[in-house]
T-cell receptor
């Protein structure tokens, strides 16, 4: 299975700051990725899907994909305490199950 | 759209008994559903892929005789934990994708999860 690596954290940022979450992957065949957010005790919810090199923005979230360096990142601008959660990335490859990294736990301090 | 309903949300059972967890796609048909398990402070681990009308595909290390999966219709998959033991206590989550919707907008939808406690 295609694997991704994430720093488990916790990553602590002050409220209003930019949170930067990173995910590296080893399979050069991976072309697109999901970012999901999981609150403690809840199931994952979709944040963003990215398949092109470069940036994709959606509100306060920006996903970045660099296929040459094999990493995908998620930036959260103006971080809020409600953004405190675990962020999961996973490569997408057709109708196969998502295999997630360990996830990075983000803590936004008010 | 693309709603997945999972029941029960919590269940406590005695060691040695069996527990059934249901996963339903409410507004779409799912030929494939996925089952995950998550232990405290760990990531989601894929257990198996449930295929409508055929046998499930289990990940390495997952006992298929212990975790029985049935996908008898296009909207329902069930996971039965047989002869449950305390080490099976975990958070079980199902997932599916509406293949008629664009993946980059809808992604994979997850059920709300089932917290199983075996005492």
């Amino acid at each position: 299975q295609k694997e991704v690596e994430q720093n488990s954290g916790p990553l602590s940022v002050p409220e209003g700051a930019i949170a930067s979450l990173n995910c590296t992957y080893s399979d050069r065949g991976s072309q697109s990725f999901f970012w999901y957010r999981q609150y403690s005790g809840k199931s994952p919810e979709l944040i963003m899907f990215i398949y092109s090199n470069g940036d994709k923005e959606d509100g306060r979230f920006t996903a970045q994909l660099n296929k040459a360096s094999q990493y995908v990142s998620l930036l959260i601008r103006d971080s809020q305490p409600s953004d405190s959660a675990t962020y999961l990335c996973a490569p997408y490859s057709g109708n196969t199950p998502l295999v997630f990294g360990k996830g990075t736990r983000l803590s936004v301090i008010a | 759209g693309a709603v997945v309903s999972q029941h029960p949300s919590r269940v406590i059972c005695k060691s040695g008994t069996s527990v059934k967890i249901e996963c339903r796609s409410l507004d779409f048909q799912a030929t494939t559903m996925f089952w995950y398990r998550q232990f405290p402070k760990q990531s989601l681990m894929l257990m198996a892929t449930s295929n409508e009308g055929s046998k499930a595909t289990y990940e390495q290390g997952v006992e298929k005789d212990k975790f029985l999966i049935n996908h008898a219709s296009l909207t329902l998959s069930t996971l039965t934990v047989t002869s449950a033991h305390p080490e099976d206590s975990s958070f079980y989550i199902c997932s599916a994708r509406d293949e008629k919707r664009q993946v980059f907008n809808y992604g994979y939808t997850f059920g709300s999860g089932t917290r199983l406690t075996v005492v």
